[in-house]
């Protein structure tokens, strides 16, 4: 990874456009053959639907999202295929070389984030992408995807987070995530924005900004959630698709898969009026049905029966609880619990812990919270749960499989994505020790 801190000091628009001049990006170009994805929860699996639709259709597609799940090429991908180690180091070097150029001219610092933007863009641009998702950090308004300028963005939902950085009401959130999109562009928001579009609209209104929004324009219907497919129906505008199908389960996906299109229809309607609809229609079914995107209600083991979710919002977790019970049934479940320590646990845990009898509480080796402590807030927000505590990762599969191995039960790995894929590492007979997260 870039030898930089998570975050660069202050505002990074002006160092960053500075860093696409410097590598030569060429940036109507990119502005032309892109979308943008932000939003609370949810931006992952929305670009994942995005990026497959496009491949779909016939496109050089380039995805750029974060986080990775088990390795850090996965936040660059050109054909659902991860960067290789050698190209990722030769433009690991070059982006290295121009940070250093204009941090010294410019005497500010950049971060991280900035320069795995700058890198996806020069990757995509290097191999001739004809289209694009790139991903949102955080916001949308400082994040460096406003850089792209996009026509067409979508805000997948909103929640709150990093409040601290977006604002403490989810108006300000939802406005900062907006600001991602270009002057006379739209924005797709999803099914929870609805609340706040009289706000938005009124947000959007002098920058010309059209909003759009599922279960109002863009219509979701006959929604039918399984373990092994969902199904559902979809209408906006002049398209009428019926029966598409997506092996990403969990009712929040029905929201994800249509805002993702919505995204490339919107898109390819600027680039290419004249596309077929049989041509469109094709490539829609396609993407959705071949889309896959770990870690979120994963099914990673048969026996016992093993989900992990990486949702770490509120929000986001009750929705994925919701649809857990929906696909597989609400008995018989154990917890696997865990918070980092960078994040609010109380709520975290309040959100989870009454859900379930039987509770073990532990810690991922990156940034996991103490245990003990979650215990403690297990057991205030579930008083009659069995709680246990792992100190480990390693030590929760053990204590978890025996557990319900012993009693017929399954297990759900939810709190945080490092536990979550912490857990899906150590199952599949890894260690977490070989993971390297960002």
Not at 246 to 272: D, E, H, K
Not at 300 to 306: A, D, E, G, S, V
């Amino acid at each position: 990874m870039f030898d930089l801190p998570k975050y660069g000091e202050g505002p990074c628009l002006a160092r960053l456009a500075d860093l696409l001049h410097v590598l030569g990006i060429d940036r109507a170009r990119l502005q032309r053959g892109s979308v943008v994805v932000t939003g609370s929860n949810g931006k992952g699996s929305t670009a994942a639907f995005c990026a497959a639709i496009g491949r779909a259709y016939g496109l050089k597609t380039g995805l750029f999202s974060s986080p990775h799940l088990y390795r850090f090429n996965e936040r660059f991908q050109i054909g659902a295929t991860p960067i290789d180690d050698a190209t990722l180091t030769r433009l690991m070097a070059t982006v290295s070389g121009a940070i250093a150029q204009v941090a010294q001219r410019r005497g500010e610092r950049f971060g991280a984030f900035e320069a795995q933007f700058a890198l996806a863009c020069l990757w995509f641009q290097e191999a001739a992408c004809d289209f694009a998702v790139l991903e949102a950090g955080i916001g949308g308004r400082y994040d460096p995807v406003r850089l792209v300028g996009a026509g067409v963005s979508c805000v997948a939902s909103v929640d709150y987070e990093h409040v601290q950085l977006l604002g403490d009401s989810l108006q300000m959130i939802a406005s900062d995530k907006t600001d991602a999109c270009a002057a006379g562009g739209r924005v797709i928001y999803g099914e929870n924005c609805r609340a706040l579009r009289d706000h938005l609209a009124e947000y959007n209104r002098n920058r010309g900004v059209d909003g759009v929004y599922v279960r109002d324009e863009i219509v979701i219907g006959n929604e039918r959630v399984a373990a092994a497919a969902q199904r559902f129906d979809l209408a906006f505008d002049e398209h009428r698709f019926q029966e598409l199908e997506t092996q990403l389960v969990g009712s929040f996906q029905f929201n994800n898969a249509a805002i993702a299109v919505a995204l490339f229809v919107g898109w390819l309607r600027q680039r290419r009026p004249d596309a077929a609809p049989a041509s469109i229609e094709a490539a829609v079914r396609a993407g959705l049905r071949d889309t896959r995107w770990g870690g979120r209600l994963e099914l990673i083991r048969q026996q016992p029966l093993t989900v992990v979710d990486v949702g770490h919002t509120p929000d986001g977790i009750r929705q994925a609880l919701t649809s857990l019970a929906a696909i597989h049934g609400a008995r018989d479940w154990i917890l696997v619990l865990g918070v980092s320590r960078d994040k609010k646990s109380d709520e975290i845990v309040q959100a989870l812990a009454p859900a379930f009898d039987r509770i073990v509480c532990s810690s991922a080796q990156h940034k996991g919270g103490d245990p003990a402590a979650i215990a403690q807030a297990a057991h205030a927000a579930n008083p009659r749960a069995d709680i246990r505590i792992a100190a480990t990762v390693a030590e929760a599969v053990r204590e978890s499989t025996a557990w319900a191995d012993a009693t017929g039960g399954r297990i759900y790995v939810a709190g945080g994505l490092f536990l979550a894929i912490e857990y899906a590492q150590i199952t599949r007979g890894g260690r977490a020790e070989e993971l390297d997260f960002f």
